[in-house]
Every structure is written in C-alpha cells, then in structure tokens.
C-alpha cells in the first residue's frame, strides 16, 4: 500500500480495511513508508492485524506521504522495483 500525494479522510480504515480482508485470503500486505519517497528508498515493511488494529480513529495515514514525483528521480523507481521482494 502507497499513500501519496496529499492526505485525505479515509486513509487508514482503509488501509485497515486492506490488511483485514488480505488475511481472509491468507495475502501479505506491504506498507510504503512515506509515499513515492519510500519506494524509491525501498522502505517497504509487511503489515499485520497489529499494525493496523487501532488506527480508525488517526487522522492522516500510518504510513506517511510525499510529494516526490518519481519520474523527477534520477535512477528512481524503475530501476528498484524489480529488486524489491514485492515485485
């Protein structure tokens, strides 16, 4: 899951949302710390039900944003992605 951009309402349930039905289907969920920035760091980290169980009520999103334009990147995040264990 990416956030990017701004914040809106709605983030986190959803992300909540996300992570509560993936374990329905037995899926790995991977959060992207703070945007587009995090994936062209490769800051991704699994989520799990206790990662996301009280977050409802948090305003913005857990997992952060910002505003990096990846095509703006140099060596940004076409040349990670295929590196990357979610790929």
């Given at each position: 899951i990416?956030?990017?951009?701004?914040?809106?309402?709605?983030?986190n349930?959803t992300?909540?949302?996300?992570?509560y039905?993936?374990?329905?289907?037995?899926?790995?969920?991977?959060?992207?710390?703070?945007?587009?920035?995090?994936?062209?760091?490769?800051?991704?980290?699994?989520?799990?039900?206790?990662?996301?169980?009280?977050?409802?009520?948090?305003?913005?999103?857990?997992?952060?944003?910002?505003?990096?334009?990846?095509?703006?990147?140099?060596?940004?995040?076409?040349?990670?992605?295929?590196?990357?264990?979610?790929?």
């Amino acid at each position: 899951i990416l956030t990017g951009g701004g914040d809106c309402s709605g983030l986190n349930p959803t992300i909540r949302g996300v992570v509560y039905r993936a374990q329905d289907y037995n899926y790995e969920i991977y959060g992207i710390q703070e945007g587009w920035r995090g994936l062209v760091k490769g800051d991704i980290n699994p989520l799990n039900l206790r990662d996301v169980k009280e977050i409802v009520d948090q305003g913005g999103t857990i997992l952060g944003t910002s505003r990096l334009n990846p095509y703006k990147v140099e060596n940004g995040i076409s040349q990670d992605i295929p590196h990357s264990s979610i790929a």
